[in-house]
């Protein structure tokens, strides 16, 4: 419940049609063996409790007791439970029968919520025994309880107020206009729909879209539990599918046939951050009553999969169509600009380092795109006191195996000169040794691009904007950043993509040896020939600080669920212990805030995924905001030992 993760499960137990005991105690069982697990919402079938398929059976009174009487035995059950459950049941009520769900917690029967639309076509026929449901609400008098009745209803957790749930009943999901589009208006982030829906070829598939693309259009989490095993087979067959989407993921699902339960965690605050972002969804709940019910907040144990890589698909297939599409993303963004300033040449500082080595491949395309030969990019080299012999090389074999042009510019002497200057002695390798040679950089990078009648091309990439890795008004500023939406653990598999499909396999072994470098803005002298200046030994682990990066951009979490979410996404990982992860997530913190003004004067460049920096576009922050709310946060987080 900490951190508005919510354990939910659906569950379709074997029934016996028309046979309510039974099918209570299967629901009792299953419903105590859930809460033992830690689940906190039990979502039950469309008529669990006697069976979807009685037909006219629903309208003799015997059967309609029965379910009121096998209510009371679950409602009786729950007392001791801490758990949200809603069970399916036909109700009289003012002398109509409706098609029920009955949410109940703690022995306390919170409300009842009818089926507003009623298939009549194919195999079915519940207009034959049943009323729609209507948005008015009343009160009933069920179970001894006097309840809420009607499909305006909703359910809200006083410990968690982040959990508010919403009920639809199978056929609603598949109607023109869903009762969960107005349920989530309204405030509910988690809509559970009771379901008996048959099997036939090809439906599986359907429904599972269904439930997906629902949960994303209403950013919401979506419980579907259908009938399974027990129901008549007289003309239907029902596979007791069970689904669980989170706005729009798909977060775990049963095999039809194969029985069992579907349970995961869901992130109630992640819905609730989804919708404070997002302006077209507009909050209405005219109509609704709102029911609160209690559960304890405990600490729920994390057994959803937690994407340590979150900017990456870890399917092959997807992988290599995500990064061709970037690739081209980033390229027609570069030839519009080209085409626009009606650029000459494409000016690009090459280190033989990857984020170098990306930008000159995206240029390589971007003047294939307008047509242009690739001479028209000019990549200059720009060796100094850390240059080593492997960057040097394999930057020169790039530009060759890409045939564009190509020239090197020894920067040190201008550098010595300009450290005579402003009184720089040299043997004091401090910021200003380093951040003078990125500036000299810049300087022949831009002048080069005056002299040729073209543009600068920035290299930085994004996570290195979040860290403030950069030099300003060095490596900072560019005419067009290419990487600007591109944090440094996709850059790695960008640049993987282009070697597999390489056209030679010169090129093919020079960008694996690229992606085989230490990453390095190699500005300190080298140590025997080798890279001296390791980022990642400065700074920490890029795919650590991509992973905060998400999240504090994404769903604005803060520091503790961040943290919890890392020692989840990185378990098992023995260079990833607590102490850290937590190192380095206060490193971001600190950088991050840090190093805004930075951002506040970025140049141009291409947004390519869900969470970029650009100040014009999707991050709007202050460069002199404080950091001492999130560290003290940060203070709070308890460490072992």
Same mark, same amino acid.
């Given at each position: 419940m900490k951190?508005?993760?919510l354990?939910a499960a659906?569950?379709?137990?074997?029934l016996?049609?028309a046979?309510?005991n039974?099918?209570?105690?299967q629901?009792v069982?299953?419903?105590?063996?859930?809460a033992a697990?830690g689940?906190r919402?039990?979502?039950?079938?469309?008529?669990c409790l006697?069976g979807y398929?009685c037909?006219?059976?629903?309208?003799?009174r015997?059967?309609?007791q029965?379910?009121l009487?096998?209510?009371q035995?679950?409602l009786?059950a729950?007392?001791?439970?801490d758990?949200?459950?809603?069970?399916g049941?036909?109700?009289l009520v003012r002398?109509?029968?409706?098609?029920?769900?009955?949410?109940l917690?703690?022995?306390?029967?919170?409300g009842l919520?009818?089926?507003?639309y009623l298939?009549?076509?194919?195999?079915?026929?519940?207009k034959?025994?049943f009323?729609?449901?209507?948005t008015e609400?009343?009160?009933?008098?069920?179970?001894g309880?006097?309840?809420p009745?009607?499909t305006s209803?909703?359910?809200?957790?006083?410990q968690m107020p982040?959990?508010?749930?919403g009920?639809e009943i199978?056929?609603?999901?598949w109607?023109a206009?869903?009762?969960?589009?107005?349920?989530?208006?309204a405030?509910?982030?988690v809509?559970?729909?009771l379901?008996?829906?048959?099997?036939t070829?090809?439906?599986?598939?359907?429904?599972r879209?269904?439930?997906s693309?629902q949960?994303a259009?209403?950013?919401?989490g979506?419980l579907?539990?259908?009938?399974?095993?027990g129901?008549?087979?007289?003309?239907?067959?029902?596979?007791g599918?069970?689904?669980?989407a989170?706005?729009?993921?798909?977060?775990?699902e049963?095999?039809?046939f194969?029985g069992?339960?579907?349970?995961?965690?869901?992130?109630?605050?992640?819905?609730?951050?989804?919708?404070?972002?997002?302006?077209?969804?507009?909050?209405s709940?005219?109509?609704y009553l709102?029911v609160?019910?209690?559960l304890?907040?405990t600490?729920t144990?994390l057994s959803?999969?937690v994407? /340590?890589?979150?900017?990456?698909p $870890?399917?092959? +297939?997807?992988? @290599?169509?995500?990064?061709e599409l970037? *690739?081209?993303?980033q390229?027609?963004g570069?030839a519009k600009?080209?085409?626009?300033?009606h650029?000459k040449?494409?000016v690009?500082g090459?280190s033989g380092?990857?984020d170098s080595?990306?930008?000159?491949?995206?240029a390589?395309r971007?003047?294939k795109q307008?047509g242009?030969p690739?001479s028209?990019v000019l990549?200059?080299t720009m /060796?100094?006191f850390g240059?080593? $012999?492997?960057? +040097?090389s394999? @930057?020169e074999?790039?530009?060759?195996? *890409?045939?564009v042009s190509f020239?090197?510019i020894?920067i040190?002497n201008?550098?010595?000169?300009?450290f005579?200057?402003?009184g720089q002695?040299e043997s004091?390798?401090?910021?200003?040794?380093?951040?003078?040679?990125a500036?000299?950089?810049?300087?022949e990078l831009m002048?080069?691009?005056n002299?040729?009648g073209g543009?600068v091309v920035?290299?930085g990439?994004?996570?290195e904007?979040a860290?403030?890795? @950069?030099?300003?008004?060095g490596d900072?500023?560019?005419?067009?950043g290419?990487?600007a939406g591109?944090?440094k653990?996709l850059?790695?598999h960008?640049v993987q993509y282009?070697?597999?499909?390489?056209?030679?396999?010169e090129l093919?072994?020079?960008l694996?040896d690229i992606l085989d470098?230490?990453?390095?803005?190699?500005?300190l002298?080298a140590k025997?020939g080798e890279?001296?200046?390791?980022t990642e030994?400065l700074?920490g682990?890029y795919e650590?600080?991509d992973f905060?990066?998400y999240?504090?951009?994404r769903f604005g979490?803060?520091?503790?669920?961040?943290?919890r979410l890392?020692?989840?996404?990185?378990?098992?990982?023995?260079?990833?212990?607590?102490e850290?992860?937590y190192?380095?997530l206060r490193n971001?913190?600190?950088?991050?805030?840090?190093?805004q003004f930075?951002?506040?004067?970025?140049?141009d460049?291409?947004?390519?995924?869900?969470v970029?920096?650009s100040p014009?576009?999707?991050?709007?922050?202050?460069?002199d905001?404080?950091?001492?709310?999130w560290?003290a946060?940060l203070?709070q987080?308890?460490l072992?030992?």
């Open positions: 951190d508005g993760f354990k659906a569950l379709s137990p074997s016996r049609v046979d309510c039974y099918n209570a105690s629901i069982s299953q419903l105590q063996d859930a697990r689940v919402l039990a979502v039950f079938p469309e008529f006697t398929t037909g006219d059976l629903f309208l003799q015997t059967l309609q029965g379910a009487d096998a209510l035995t679950v009786d729950s007392r001791e439970l758990v949200v459950a809603l069970v049941l036909p109700l002398g109509k029968l409706y098609n029920c769900a009955a949410v917690c703690g022995g306390r029967l919170l919520v009818p089926k507003t298939p009549n076509y194919g195999e079915f026929y519940e034959r025994q009323t729609p449901g209507s609400v009343e009160n009933v008098t069920v179970c309880q006097e309840v009745f009607g209803l909703l359910f809200r957790c006083r982040s959990f508010v749930l009920v199978c056929e609603d999901l109607s206009l869903p009762p969960s589009t107005f349920h989530t208006l405030g509910a982030t809509i559970a729909n379901s008996a829906s048959d099997e070829v090809g439906k599986a598939e359907y429904r879209a269904l439930v693309n949960s259009r209403l950013l919401c979506y579907y539990a259908s009938a399974g095993h129901e008549s087979t007289q003309d239907m067959v029902f596979a599918h069970d689904l669980i989170e706005n729009g993921t798909l977060l775990t049963t095999s039809p194969e069992g339960w579907a349970e995961t965690e869901l992130d109630c605050q992640r819905m609730e951050s989804e919708r404070a972002r997002n302006t077209s969804f507009e909050p709940a005219e109509g709102t609160d019910f209690d304890a907040l600490e144990k959803r999969w994407d /340590p890589t979150p900017f990456i $870890h399917d092959e +297939r997807r992988r @290599a169509e995500r990064c970037i *690739l081209k993303m390229a027609d570069l600009r080209l085409e626009h300033a650029a040449t494409a690009i090459i380092g990857l080595c990306l930008a000159l491949l995206v390589v971007a003047m307008l242009r690739t028209d990549a200059v /060796p100094c240059t080593t $012999h492997r960057t +040097r394999n @930057a074999i790039l530009c060759d195996e *890409l045939a020239t090197e020894d040190a201008t550098v010595h000169s300009h005579k200057d402003i002695d004091v390798l401090d910021v200003t040794f380093e951040n003078g040679q500036r000299v950089r810049t300087l002048d080069t691009a002299r040729t543009l920035g290299t990439d994004l996570s904007l860290l403030g890795w @950069a030099t300003y008004n900072h500023m560019s005419m067009y290419v990487n591109v944090p653990t850059v790695r960008l282009e070697a597999d499909i390489a056209v030679s396999a093919r072994r020079v694996l470098t230490p990453v390095s803005p190699e500005l002298p025997d890279i001296s200046q390791k030994d700074v682990p650590l600080h905060y990066l999240y504090v951009l979490f803060g520091p503790s669920k961040i943290f890392a020692k989840a996404a990185f378990a098992g990982r023995a260079e990833y212990p607590d850290v992860l190192k380095w971001f913190y600190w950088r991050f805030f840090a190093q930075k951002r506040s004067c970025l140049p460049g291409p947004k390519v995924g869900s970029t920096l014009r576009g999707d991050w709007r922050m202050p460069s905001a404080a950091a001492a709310l560290l946060e203070e987080i308890p072992k030992g």
